[in-house]
């Protein structure tokens, strides 16, 4: 069975903080990817990679940095954490490649961080 | 960034009556049309992808359609369930990258 997890459900955390959200997969797949959910707003693409240490920046990178190390995990982190960037994070995945089915994401859980 | 807007923002549905409701993106640069139902408390799960235009998809009581042409896609839910209470999201793939952009989703209640 596919899954997607995340480090936190919910997390709170001061203005100016390092804040790591952390996401694993475990269906070998090649893409990755992080988003933010707001009301009104729908899911925007914070970053997203296709391969081990490889990143691109999404529609809203600015505040954010991610690392990839190993291919099953995704990591987000917010450098200096403010109040602007309270929200439900969510961690996706996919296969690479197209003609190899339907190219559908996999999301995990959320994280809803509320920043002080 | 691709324009993807749904409507209606939100819908309440009598039990056992159908519904839809729409998804507009734009059509150049098009690859594929994904649907996600989001409930309250889970993850966002994939209902349908769509490449083709004239497309049409069921997965039970919910179906899709797409056209490509003209930017835009149905989704339909027959027999509403207080179960199909969710929100609904469409996003559009383009045909540069493996990117998603969403729209806004269509919040579905349906009332006993």
Redesign the interface.
Known sequence: DVKVTQSSRYLVKRTGEKVFLECVQDMDHENMFWYRQDPGLGLRLIYFSYDVKMKEKGDIPEGYSVSREKKERFSLILESASTNQTSMYLCASSLLGRGMGDNEQFFGPGTRLTVL | ?LN?E?SP?SLHVQEGDSTNFTCSFPSSNF??L?W?RWET??????LF?MTLNGDEKKKGRISATLNTKEGYSYLYIKGSQPEDSATY?C?S?GSND????????TTVTVRA
């Not at chain 2, 408390?41 to 994939?46: M, T």
């Not at chain 2, 493996?98 to 989703?105: E, H, Q």
């Open positions: 960034i993807v749904q923002q690859y594929a994904h996600y408390a889970k993850s966002p799960e994939a992808v999201l996003a793939e493996y990117k998603l952009s969403f729209g806004a989703g």
